[in-house]
């Protein structure tokens, strides 16, 4: 390896380390777009003897780093790959080295450590112990103290080894006796916390606490210098406490304790925030003191308006008790004089019953008086043509007509028939023929109507429902059965039948049964063509959602250029322009679904049945509605990984994130708007690509012409690219 090569992409500077288990190189790379360097730290691993390299522990060391370097106090992991038999793991550059052998002020020297412990805290959430932690492990990052090298940490579960591992001046008593003895030790956060402490105290002083593995165990410090801070005394008594037991337990702990220790202010920032909390719980109690003594007074008020209420209500009820018993008094009056009246009106009613006797007698008289001569000026014309000749001419000469099918004059002869003797069955049923010819003839429904009060005539005219006629026509059994012969000659009839039938003739006790039949079976038609067709639109959802991605942005700048060009509506009027918009595209989508559903039965009904084809077809629409659902909201969180990438400062990535986001995202096309066009647009800005992020920014103004932000970036853009041409 040597300065000005490559690898992978990656060019070799400078050599800035060395160590038992592998070489530290300075590497730079090139971004594609944008023209800026990155500088990486390449680490070459190697065993200590140079023998081969045990690929186990390096994958170990791989992916406890990688689970480790969402930390910001964690230098993190790039990449990793073999390249010319080596083993190669890249990570960032920490540009401000090591601590090792390195002189601090004391405030740099607290600041380093509460970053260190905010780390170390991180790691035992995950939970991992790193096994290592020495000044030559933390390195300096932008000012930023990092923990480094992960070749020796382990998940708690997985700490128990042979081998303890680590620097020995770093070790627990609990861990020196353990080397001493050459026995196992289970490592614990407690070995991360007291090799945190002996490195705070080696950057505060320059030297070691325990400088022999003895006095490690026994816990015998080296004597304090006659310059360390005396508020640090108790905080490394106890952290140097011999019993586990009484040491801090927690790296926030040990971060609380420095703060106290070091910032008298911190030590009251417990007892304000506890006071805080009473005084917002007081405040909280009396607001609800108060609004209960409003209720109170609420309630108090109301009792008093119901009290008035009462009292008043008490006063007119007092006032209608005399008058209700003036009316009491007035209605028994009014009762003995009806009861008077009923006993006219009985007798009345008697006496009517009387009288219709009488007048049906009459009747009777008059019947068997109507075929007979009216007059004695008639008396020759009753012997030359008898009423019983006369009749069956009409019907005859009737007969003769329908026969000819002259339906008018059939009608006019058969009525003339009817005339001389209405219990002739015959005359009405051939009459109701005649109706029927002409109504079928003409195309009137009244014909129709007069048809079937013929025949039921005819059949009312016949006891039991029997035959009509003694020779071999058609007989009638029911008035249902000949209405159907006139309904277009359906065999089942509707519920508008059944009506009409009903309407001609309310004595059809039957049809009465046949309607609700009738209804039942409507109803049952007209929910299962609901279910059939909603089912429909429901396995084509995914066109729904479809239709809102592509429609929506035309339905920004629409309800926007209305409102900026042609009337100003507000806010609230553009998002009712939008929602309108919107709603429109849904309902044509949905037509447009039923249309081709239609079009495939029309165009399919010779070789398919109806069910088939809205089978087949409900069947293509859920595959895609379920295509379209899947990819719309199970596929990764894009915007978020964008962003995330943008604050660690890869921009590159968070182009890719913001990229696949505007593709894909389905939660970002529903509700984000325009922000992954301006969160691509700045990170172009940041690799020196201006002209896309000009474009960016107008397509984020587009979409959302009311984001202030937005719009300021697209002018910063724009400044910025006419001075570049300068």
Known sequence: MNEGDYIRGYRLKQEIGRGSYGDVWLAEKQMDFGGATIYYALKFLRN?????????????????????????????IRDSFAEHGKYIIVSDYADGGSLKNRDFSFDEAVKIIEGVLDGIDYLHSIPMIHRDIKPENILLKNGVACISDFGLAREFDKTQSTGLGGSINYFSPEMA????????????????????????????????PFKKLGHIIK?????????????????????????????????KKMREAIRKAVYPQARYEDKIEELTLQFNDLQIKFLESQNNANLLYKMVAEERIKSQQFTAAKQEID?????????????????????????????????????????????????????????????????????????????????????????????????????????????????GIA???????????????????????????????????????????????????????????????????????????????ELKKAKRKRRGE????????????????????????????????TASFLRHNFYDSGVIGEKTVFVVFIAACLAL???????????????????????????????????????IIYSFFFTPDYHQAANDCYEKKDYVCAVENYTATINWSAKYWLTSENEAYNGRGTAYLKLGN???????????????PNDANAAENLKLANTFRQKKAY
């Open 690 to 704: 201006v002209e896309q992020a000009i474009k960016d920014y107008n397509e984020a103004v587009k979409l959302n």
């Open 526 to 557: 007209i929910l299962k063509f609901m279910l059939k067709w909603s089912a429909l639109l429901l396995a084509f959802s995914g066109v729904y959602i479809s239709t809102y991605k592509f429609t929506r942005p035309v339905a920004s700048n």
């Open 219 to 251: 816990c015998r410090r080296e004597p304090l210098p006659e310059n360390f801070p005396t508020e640090l005394i108790v905080f490394f008594t106890k952290a140097f406490n011999k019993n586990p037991g009484r040491r801090f337990q927690t790296a």
């Open 177 to 208: 006796k353990k080397e001493l003895d050459n026995e196992e030790h289970e490592r614990t956060p407690l070995d991360d916390l007291w090799a945190t402490a002996v490195t705070f105290y080696q950057l505060i002083t320059g030297d070691l």
């Open 319 to 431: 006032k209608r008790s005399l008058t209700e018993k003036e009316n009491v008094q007035k209605l028994q009056d009014q009762t003995g004089i009806l009861q008077s009246e009923l006993e006219n009106l009985r007798q009345q009613l008697e006496k009517t019953t009387a009288e219709n006797v009488k007048l049906k007698k009459y009747l009777r008289v008059l019947k068997k008086q109507y075929t007979q001569p009216l007059s004695k000026k008639q008396e020759d014309i009753g012997k030359m043509f008898p009423p019983v000749q006369l009749e069956k001419s009409f019907f005859d000469a009737g007969d003769d007509f329908l026969n000819k099918r002259e339906y008018d004059q059939a009608i006019n002869q058969f009525t003339e028939a009817i005339k001389l003797n209405s219990g002739n069955p015959n005359a009405y049923f051939k009459r």
């Open 48 to 76: 200590r003897n140079e023998k081969g390299i045990d690929i186990d522990k390096v994958i170990k060391e791989i992916v406890a780093w990688t689970k480790a370097s969402s930390h910001s106090n964690v230098i993190s």
């Open 589 to 627: 989508s949905a037509l447009l679904v039923i249309g081709l559903a239609v079009f495939l039965k029309n165009v399919l009904h010779q070789h398919l049945s109806e069910k088939e084809v809205l089978t087949a077809f409900s069947g293509a629409g859920l595959l895609l509605s379920g295509y």
């Open 435 to 513: 109706y029927n010819g002409r109504g079928t003839a003409y195309g009137n429904t009244e014909d129709y109507d007069n048809a079937i009060r013929d025949y039921y005539q005819a059949t009312f005219l016949k006891e039991n429902n029997q035959k009509v006629f003694s020779d071999n026509r058609q007989p009638v059994y029911n008035t249902i059965g000949f209405f159907k012969q006139f309904v277009n000659g359906r065999e089942e009839l509707s519920v508008k039948d059944y009506k009409r039938l009903l309407k001609l003739h309310p004595v059809f006790n039957n049809a009465y049964e």
